[in-house]
């Protein structure tokens, strides 16, 4: 490490110790003084291993924003018994706190999956590998997640069906969202597009850095309207919809389990690993009869009478089933597990939403800006401790907000045909970067090393900046998980092969394009917007800007956005990379559903927490249908 990138990295870490003070102080002024927060009487109480039931009508792999709404459908049948098993422990209060979304990152609450190491993207992150955090706790990456509610574009759906997928046309998915809804945006209230008094709330954000309104109307100049994403068109600005109940994360463990936590026919097993599916084999088929799960120094094996449902998530659904013999059989043979059936589809069609980080602009507030709180977001000015105390005692303030996206737009590229309404650029308008949060969570979180952060954002350092994201919405490239060896507990293999295909480079680096257009429109012209005057070493020979050198930084900040899907495709028998029908059943195997990300067989345009709740609701009608 370079000298520059050694005092980046001691000055960050004295910043972490400095700033870890007041979330301390958060901690202990919400025991204190937000009782509403820590919820003692509806918290999930976990069952005791020792009060296990030996068999269970259903049992539910992983109680995340899947998981939950299964075990809270299904257990509405009071005739039904359902267990539950996750391996992580309950949410912690501090999770509530928009503000506070990333640190759970560093924590054991997440599971510190990496990328493998890669020539052609992550490369200024550390040994070349990108963060991929996925949840480890109730509720899973609705815990971990930027509390975004954005359901993706009517064509996704509509796309799906005819892909062979009866009943997942737009139309008919379009009510199992309405149908988990408590919309509480006023405006909203009454759309035909949304719902009130279903068990998950969303509200806009409670508190909107200053610069926001800049960036919104700087969007409307280059001829986007401020509309309702979720509703009738998706091309378009907005602020962001949120999954938030009275300005808190309202995850889909707070929605959906602590509703249901009283029902003497739902229990929930955590610190459980699932190690196993049980399948019996017998000359006419194959079914899952129930799963192998440890708790502490404790094996159990609980049996299934109806159905074993997997919802472990994108990476772990295709890890379990392959672990459990079920997926491509040379891979399996390879690792040392026993083939109970071929499934070469399991664990491969991986997608997820790339980006490029670090497009950061310097501005200057407006000369007559008056206002108490930082005109964009500061770490040292957004969150001190009278903003703790406001939030705690009076409940308002910064730490209601989402810096990382308080707006967020649709737009169309080149790439795009503009009267189709199905944009392929999805931007975060955001009021933190890189610089004006001293490089204790952006860059943290994206694994970036010391000496790419000194060389790009050391001498900027709490500057007044805001920056856009890019998300590329409909990746062609596909990667793929694998298992690393027979040991559940060793983290799988993850290749995401962003950019394989280069036509995915070349709609993203239009995004960029975008943005730096957006900072020459009259809005943030006003406030003297500039791109970071600092240029990627690797990158300078490139003309600044141009295509060539957002490709080029592209490659080097690459950034996943949490959305790892389709690695057990939904599709019809046929189709010999398909893993489950479209009933999520797997194919081949009796009694054996998965029922989360991993199913989508095409991504969708949009964060994708509320497509895989949707999905979960759509399920347990499913199953309440063929168990009648």
Known sequence: MSLAGWVSAIRIGATVLFEARIFILLQLLIVLFRPDIADRENRVKPVSPLNLRNEYDFVVVGAGSAGSVIAN?????????????????????????????????????????????????????NKQQCNWPRG??????????????????????????????????YDSVLPYFKKSEDMRIEEYKHSPYHHTGGYLTVEHFRYQTPVIKYLVKATTELGYELLDVNGPTQTGVTNSQ?????????????AFLRSASKRKNLDVSILSTVEKILISEDDDSKRAYGVEFRVGLISHTVTAKREVILSAGAIQSPQLLMLSGIGPKDHLDGIGVKTVHDAPGVGENLQDHVSIGGLLYLMDPPANY???????????KSVTEKDVTDFALEGRGTLYALPICEAMAFINTKYANKTDDY????LFLTSVTDANDGGVFLSQIGNVKDDFYAEMFENIIYKPSYSAVPLLLRPRSRGYVKLRSSN??????????????????????????????????????SLNARANPNRIPECSSFKFPSDDYWKCQARFYTSTIYHPCGTCKMGPATDKMAVVDHRLKVHGIKGLRVVDASIIPNITSGNTNAPVIMIAEKAADMIKEDWK
């Open 73 to 125: 459908r299904l257990s509405e049948n009071g005739n039904w018994t359902v267990l539950l098993v996750e391996v992580g422990l309950d949410e912690p209060e501090i999770t509530d706190v928009p503000l506070a979304f990333a640190i759970p990152e560093f924590t054991p609450y997440n599971w510190q999956f990496k990328t493998e190491p890669s020539k052609n993207y992550c490369q200024a992150m």
């Open 136 to 169: 480890r706790v109730l509720g899973g990456s609705s815990v971990l997640n930027a509390m975004l509610y954005v359901r993706g574009n009517k064509r996704d759906y509509d796309n799906w069906e005819k892909q062979g997928n009866p009943g997942w046309d």
């Open 242 to 254: 949120g999954t938030l109940r009275d300005g808190l994360r309202c995850s889909t463990a707070k």
């Open 370 to 380: 008056t206002g108490k709180d930082p005109f964009t977001f500061n770490l040292f």
């Open 423 to 426: 944009p392929d650029i999805q």
């Open 488 to 525: 559940v507990y060793e983290h799988p293999i993850i290749v995401p092969n962003y950019f394989q295909d280069p036509h995915d480079l070349n709609v993203l680096i239009e995004g960029a394009n975008f943005i730096y257009n957006l900072s020459q429109t009259p809005s943030l012209k």
